[in-house]
């Protein structure tokens, strides 16, 4: 096989040997190792993400669960806790929970209005006693929970809950919790 150069020199190759006779070198392999290594590694992030959604959901329930008993306390404390005679009422709204209108002084029974973690939104459902005022919130989830056993015993119902929107933070003052 004869290559002329730039300058226009001839240049002789040993390899005198048609390409078709030529033994296939390892390019063929490699590119077969490169594909099956690429989808290994997709399934094993396929099984790696599916397994931190999990772990996050778990996360979620759990501040689910504190952050719906800490509403559901603030309210109890503002039902048992107004001025004389003004006690035994419900909170008109969530926000009566950060500044109890009732008193002259500040008087907190939440720190904050936590969101729902478990809804982009982070709105609550609103449970309403019958004259409006709110004795309770919820997850407006649709979503299967992991969570189905070992809650707290005044969330022992939550282990028949088939979504989240059934898990109920209620204050009820004829059962006091």
């Keep these: ?17 048609p390409p078709s006779s030529r033994k296939a070198g390892p390019n063929g392999f490699t590119l077969l190792a490169v594909l099956f290594m690429t989808t290994v590694f997709g399934i094993s ?3 790696a993400n599916h397994y931190w959604r999990t ?3 778990r996360e979620n329930e759990k501040e689910l669960l504190f952050r719906g008993d800490q509403l559901r306390k ?12 003004r006690s035994g009422f419900y909170p008109p709204t969530l926000e009566a ?6 008193s ?18 982070g709105e609550w459902g609103i449970i309403r006693d019958k004259n409006g005022k709110i004795k309770g919130v919820f997850s407006k989830s649709r979503e299967k929970p992991l969570k189905v056993s070992e809650f707290p015993r005044e969330y022992a119902r939550f282990e028949t809950a088939l979504i989240y929107s059934e898990w109920r933070f209620v204050y009820d003052q004829a059962t006091p919790k």
């Design 55 to 57: 772990m996050i959901k």
């Design 104 to 121: 002259m002084t500040i008087k907190r029974h939440v720190r904050r209005i936590y969101r729902d973690p478990m809804t982009k939104s």
């Design 45 to 47: 992030l396929m099984g």
């Design 74 to 85: 603030g309210i109890k404390s503002y039902y048992q806790g107004g001025v004389r005679g």
């Design 1 to 17: 096989m004869v290559c002329l150069t730039m300058n226009g020199s001839h240049i002789r190759h040993e390899n005198n040997t």
């Design 97 to 102: 929970l950060l500044k109890d209108p009732r």
